[in-house]
């Protein structure tokens, strides 16, 4: 008997799901449906903080003053930031662990359903409070994202609005991270052992480590900075004996390991879609598993390479220079197994694969400025200037928020059972693909020749790179209302019903599932056997 | 289906989390520590009561004197010698120069550096104006000596050393001092 039949005839007298609107989505303790809020509030602040970015990008379109005020911007560059690294990009990949885990590992849910709901519904708060902040009289969080003391401390009282909704973001993240380990620890079907795992379970497994080590520690940051500011201690402070360096330290203890929690996922996903556009197993399955544990490990041992210019001594230097080079072998090792398994494999190019083959071009773009960065003696030059904001914004935008596009295209008929519109998910693509290399590619030049970053106006030798940076920018955020038109379509309108398979070389438990799959699935563990696991080693 | 087991494993985690946002307080003490013994960030400087019975070394190294106001505090602050030879083993007084040219008494607090970092670990003060805090009155203008030697067992490589202040406002003792003002007003 197949599993495909077996679940749904299981399914089919247990397929209900709560007729309220309040009941199904405020009280729901299924994980698909709090996957599916996960999504749509990332995508909500996606378009939130998206919006932030235009404004950053039309005031930046001529040299001078002409939009906003200097003190509106700097908020915005800060509220953009924070809302796209908590709000957007973390999220999403919480809802996509939601979505998925359970049904790549042959669980029937998450372990811990109620938790599950707690931690989606309070981020909703949390950015309700983030973003009322903007309509306060001391105005939002100003001092930029990394919030470095003493700046960040002159702000006004809505200071304690934003530590709150960092809290709050972090409690969720604790939460979600502590239930994707027990779900992955705790509820494997019979036979799914570790090494048998799909890679995206591995990277979120080793995501929700580094989310629990990590987010604690910016809360204390953040405590920190709210008893400086509100009840007269001086941690920071360095009239009272304390030191603002020191936040930047521990600041960039909680920072670096959150950008690979923004990363790693990705590489999960893209590590799911290659082998089923190529249509052959995934070159080096175990490689990966520990290139992602090493990325992981050397994240905690980097920090200091954000701040090369505090005035740290030549050995310090020297140290974080050579861990941060350090990080381009395991990724390098990803690189080379994502283009091997694509070598001589039978390849079509889907929306998915487009967006997959995009972020590994253009995330090792984004690397490889990475490493110019890591030279301690080139960093003084770049520090804080257009090259860094270039290089991050190449591994968050084609990097991280590809790999979302990728993945949504990828699994959007399973969730859906209906496929959505390959015509304008290329559209999308390609549009998306060239309009961010013109918005961020003349940022390197614009950094290089010393544009510093945050900074509202720019010399005059500026202006054509900005120009030129500001057209990608809007063609860019212009392009994402496509993504949202090619979703809706394929939920509501949609004609075209998505097999239990969808992708012809698809493999891994999810596709054993109906599309879209039973509102509870897996009640009964099904059997693993190599046809219906992601990932076979291939014996050499 | 394994419903038991995920309250040890939870319960593992959050103890995980709560350990880390402990560690992010524990970061405080642990830098002044790695600090005070490196001498990073350039306060590893010693304060003794008295110097005792010094070792007078032949070997002498530049001392440079820096002086800089926070921009929250409106006062001229500077050292009256930009720079001094000075005998490792050698007690000295160095003398800055403070003035306050408002109209009313401000508390003010110095916080010192010593570069190079590796220095500060030889550097001894016996007596400073940065110990405690400093008041001056309206239009007052006040000599602040620091005295301190250098031990001679300086490393070699360090040939000049730069001794640098910056004055804050003291917030808190400000709040104390003005409260006080109101009181003897008012009576």
């Known amino acids: 008997m197949s599993i495909e039949s077996h679940d749904i005839a299981h399914d089919d007298h247990h397929d209900h799901k709560p007729s309220g609107f309040l009941d199904r989505w405020l009280y729901t303790t299924n994980h698909k449906d709090i996957g599916t809020l996960y999504l749509v509030f990332s995508l909500l602040m996606f378009f939130i903080g998206g919006s932030m970015a235009m404004v950053i990008r039309a005031e930046l379109f001529m040299p001078g003053l002409q939009l906003v005020e200097p003190e509106f911007f700097n908020q915005m560059t800060t509220m953009h930031a924070l809302i796209m690294v908590f709000g957007a990009v973390m999220p999403a990949w919480v809802g996509f662990a939601n979505w998925m885990i359970p049904m790549m590992i042959g669980a029937p849910d998450m372990a811990l359903p109620r938790m599950n709901n707690w931690s989606f519904w309070i981020l909703p708060f949390a950015f309700t409070m983030l973003l009322s902040t903007l309509f306060m009289d001391s105005g939002g969080p100003a001092a930029g994202w990394t919030l470095y003391p003493p700046l960040s401390l002159q702000g006004g009282q809505s200071f304690a609005f934003v530590v709150f909704a960092v809290h709050m973001m972090g409690i969720s993240s604790i939460m979600g991270s502590i239930n994707v380990i027990a779900t992955i620890l705790n509820m494997r079907a019979p036979g799914m052992t570790l090494l048998k795992m799909p890679l995206f379970v591995w990277t979120w497994l080793i995501t929700a480590f580094l989310l629990i080590a990590v987010m604690p520690v910016l809360a204390g940051a953040v405590t920190m900075l709210l008893t400086d500011h509100f009840f007269g201690t001086s941690f920071f402070n360095a009239a009272g004996g304390g030191d603002p360096v020191m936040f930047q330290h521990i600041f960039w203890f909680f920072g670096h390991p959150e950008v690979y929690i923004m990363i790693l996922p990705a590489f999960g996903v893209v590590s799911e879609i290659i082998p089923t556009f190529s249509r052959k197993p995934l070159f080096g399955y175990t490689a990966m598993v520990y290139a992602t544990a090493s990325i992981a490990f050397l994240s905690f041992i980097v920090w200091a390479h954000h701040m090369f210019t505090v005035g740290m001594p030549l050995t310090g230097e020297l140290f974080f220079m050579y861990a941060t080079m350090l990080i381009a072998v395991p990724t390098g090792v990803k690189v080379f197994n994502w283009v091997s398994t694509m070598w001589q494999g039978s390849m079509t190019f889907e929306t998915p694969m487009l967006f997959a083959i995009g972020f590994v071009v253009l995330f090792t773009i984004g690397g490889l400025s990475g490493l110019m960065l890591a030279m301690a003696a080139a960093d003084l030059q770049y520090h804080d200037t257009y090259f860094v904001v270039a290089h991050f914004h190449y591994v968050l935008v084609p990097g991280s928020v590809f790999a979302l596009m990728a993945g949504a295209y990828y699994w959007l008929p399973k969730w859906t059972g209906h496929m959505y519109s390959e015509k304008w998910g290329k559209i999308h693509f390609w549009v998306s693909a060239i309009s961010v290399n013109i918005l961020f590619f003349p940022q390197h030049y614009l950094g290089l020749a010393g544009m510093p970053r945050r900074i509202p106006d720019y010399s005059t030798q500026f202006a054509d790179f900005n120009m030129i940076s500001s057209i990608g920018g809007f063609i860019f955020g212009a392009s994402q209302l496509i993504f949202v038109g090619v979703i809706v379509h394929c939920v509501y309108k949609s004609r075209q019903v998505a097999t239990g398979r969808v992708w012809e070389g698809a493999k891994g438990l999810e596709w054993t599932l109906s599309s879209p799959p039973p509102y509870h699935s897996f009640n009964t563990p099904p059997v693993i056997d190599s046809t219906t696991i992601a990932h076979v080693e291939e014996a050499h | ?187």
């Open chain 2, 1 to 187: 289906m394994n419903g038991p087991s995920h309250g040890k494993l939870v319960r593992k985690l959050v103890l995980l989390a709560v350990g880390m946002f402990g560690f992010g307080f524990a970061m405080w003490p642990l830098y002044n520590v790695f600090c005070d013994l490196t001498g990073l960030g350039g306060r590893g400087v010693k304060v003794v009561e008295s110097a005792g019975e010094l070792q007078k070394s032949d070997r002498q190294v530049k001392i440079r004197f820096d002086a800089t106001v926070n921009s929250g505090l409106p006062w001229i602050f500077e050292a009256k010698e930009k720079s001094t030879m000075v005998s490792l083993g050698e007690m000295t007084e160095a003398t800055y120069m403070a003035m306050n040219p408002g109209n009313e008494a401000i508390v003010g607090q110095a916080i010192y550096n010593v570069t190079p970092p590796e220095a500060s670990l030889y550097f001894v003060k016996t007596e400073c104006f940065c110990f405690t805090e400093q008041v001056l009155q309206a239009n007052e203008t006040r000599e602040m000596p620091v005295y301190y030697f250098i031990q001679p067992d300086l490393p070699e490589h360090i040939k000049e050393i730069t001794l640098s202040y910056t004055f804050f406002r003291n917030e808190s003792a400000n709040a104390v001092a003005l409260a006080t003002a109101r009181e003897t007003d008012s009576e």
